[in-house]
């Protein structure tokens, strides 16, 4: 029987993101949240495998209180329960303290054969938290899985890298992180809707863990990108095309 | 002896990270490690382009991947405290930075874009982008070593002086992992170098059948260009190879031209498009994101604006 973790993280829409009129300053206010979506294909995996093998999934998050509103939409999704590690002082994490909490709770007494990450998050998308949570508790990883078969005590990944695909075996326990291409996330219906709210959640918080954890990243700033443009458009009459043709080649760009 | 470490998978990402950290080492007036693993013919290269000292990571078995360097590499680090490990932006190096950051208990600032040295603060100050690009973060590491993963090509390669000297040391051979390699199936590269082209027709959801291609195709010709494509073009319908497509998980171009077909303009592709020369779109939402973002754009149905331009284009560079 698998049992399997699999980690989310409740992230700004990223259609919502607006800066204030004149300024680069963000304004995220009134900006929706939403589970990452790089980590629904790792909730999906959970779920596929455990279709297939038996066992269980259990979902987790790291947030702050507001994050509660994720707990029946990633339930919603499949996984039998989720812990909620909350506390209001988890708020803008870095990835060496989200990777700490995450570890911290799962040795709380979480049992799991595998741990199933997203490839990134939606919005840091820093790439760190599944390896580094894999080295917390001392159980080895992968990054960046395509295809994914369990195959006794061991798992079988195939890992898509720069210079072509990589099968490796790992034994279980064991991390890995998916790319988006391994499948296809259903889309839960109502009748998933109404189950989730009969799902058990449990909560973990920071005085469970009794410890701190102090950032190693600080953030200085973060402000819109800019990406400045001329902008300038033309019609798809043809004398338009005739002027964006000599556009193109007066800043010798071609020719 | 501490100093600024860098790790790379290739020669040339060796000698961009070179560049950087001979800049950093010379103001924090400090030293240049350079790793080298595979092929050590290239120590003596890394040093006349920077490198105080070269340290040479044993070979690995067949079935030993990469990342089994990691606790070699941390051990290395815990007993000579660099100052800052900078390491490029690939995916075994980017799992790698991370485990060795999480054994030494340090920050890592993820593919950073910018880094500047602040002399007052004595920190790297790094810049990365976050939001799937929309916003720049700014961070600094409060621990040691300031550690970062830096993309392929974001600087230019370090020059060589002649007759420099430095030190190259063999470290101990990493011992097997739990993780072991079955099988490497190499990439067959099935088209030209996008990161390279310096004209790219780049091709998004617009295009309504893989046949239709052939219009995108016929301007790059005309153009000289190689064709390119969003993610989902190669990652869910794969009418191109998937090193065609750009954006924030893919790759990172910067042309002297890039026109984009049919392409909206969601972030995350644009990000892997804003250091291109001149960006050019044709779209027929004229309110589509991608004209915000571009220099030139031609608000229409492409199927009808595509023949039209390659002919107007064909005749223009005839001459």
């Known amino acids: 029987m698998l049992r399997i973790i699999t980690c989310f993280k409740w992230v700004v829409d990223q259609a919502d993101i607006k800066t204030a009129p004149g300024s680069r300053e963000l304004a995220l206010e009134r900006a929706a949240y939403r589970i ?7 909730i999906e995996e959970a779920v596929t495998l455990q279709e297939q093998y038996g066992g269980s999934t259990a979902a987790i998050t790291v947030g702050t209180p507001a994050a509660r509103k994720s707990l029946k939409d990633v339930l919603s999704r499949g996984p039998e329960k989720a812990y909620f590690v909350n506390d209001p002082s988890f708020d803008n994490l870095e990835p060496s303290q989200t990777s700490s909490i995450l570890a911290s709770a799962i040795r709380t007494g979480l049992e799991y054969d595998l741990i199933i990450c997203g490839e990134g998050s939606g919005d840091l998308y820093a790439q760190q938290v599944g390896p580094r949570l894999a080295e917390a508790l001392d159980i080895p990883c992968t990054t960046c899985v395509s295809k994914l078969t369990i195959y006794g005590h061991q798992l079988i990944a195939e890992r898509k890298l720069e210079d ?5 075996t790992i034994p279980l326990p064991a991390l890995i992180t998916v790319l988006p291409e391994i499948n296809t996330p259903r889309i839960p ?47 798809s009459e043809p004398g338009d095309i005739t002027k964006f043709v000599d556009a193109i080649l007066k800043t010798g760009a071609i020719g | 002896m501490a100093g600024v ?24 007036g400090t030293q240049v490690t350079a790793f080298l693993y595979g092929d050590s013919q290239l120590a003596q290269e890394y040093i006349a382009h920077g490198a105080d000292q070269v340290l040479i990571l044993p070979p690995l078995t067949e079935e030993q991947p990469l990342e089994d360097y990691v606790p070699v590499i941390a051990a290395e680090a815990r007993q000579e405290d660099p100052d800052i490990f900078l390491l490029a932006a ?31 603060g004595k920190v790297l100050v790094m810049e990365r982008l976050v939001f ?11 621990t040691r070593p300031q550690m970062a993963t830096i993309a392929p090509r974001t600087f230019t390669p370090a020059t060589p002086v002649a007759d420099r000297k430095g030190q190259i040391r063999e470290l101990p051979s990493p011992p097997p992992g739990l993780v072991k390699i079955n099988k490497r199936k190499p990439k067959t590269r099935q088209s030209g170098d996008i990161t390279e082209a310096k004209v790219l027709v780049c091709v998004g959801r617009g295009i309504e059948q893989e046949q239709d291609m052939a219009l995108a195709r016929d301007l790059a010709e005309v153009i000289g260009g190689e064709l390119a494509c969003t993610r989902p073009i190669a990652e869910e319908l794969h009418w191109l190879p998937e090193e065609t497509y750009i954006g924030l998980s893919g ?10 077909i049919g392409i909206s303009g969601q972030i995350q592709h644009v990000t892997g498009i804003r250091d291109s020369r001149l960006i050019c779109a044709i779209n027929r939402d004229e309110n589509a994101d991608i004209f915000g973002m571009s220099d030139y754009g031609i608000v229409g149905d492409l199927y009808s604006v595509l023949p039209e331009l390659t002919r107007q284009l064909k005749q223009a560079l005839k001459k």
């Not at chain 1, 709210?197 to 009794?210: F, N, Q, R, W």
């Open chain 1, 36 to 42: 990452s979506d790089y980590d629904r294909f790792a």
């Open chain 1, 164 to 168: 072509g695909i990589e099968v490796v």
């Open chain 1, 189 to 235: 219906g109502l009748k998933d809707t109404l189950a989730a709210s009969k799902k058990p959640v449990i909560e973990i918080t920071a005085a469970d863990l009794g410890q701190s954890f102090e950032p190693c990243l600080q953030t200085v700033s973060i402000l819109a990108a800019t990406m400045e443009r001329s902008g300038v458009k033309f019609t």
């Open chain 2, 5 to 28: 470490w860098i790790l790379a998978e290739s020669r040339s990402q060796t000698l961009e990270l070179l560049n950087v950290a001979v800049g950093l080492a010379d103001k924090l």
């Open chain 2, 90 to 120: 690939t995916t075994r190096l980017k799992e790698m930075a991370a485990r060795i950051a999480a054994r030494l208990n340090t920050g890592l600032c993820s593919s950073c874009t910018a880094l500047k040295f602040d002399e007052t």
């Open chain 2, 132 to 142: 799937g690009g929309a916003a720049l973060q700014t961070v600094t590491c409060r």
């Open chain 2, 251 to 260: 790759q990172q171009v910067k042309p002297d031209l890039y026109i984009g």
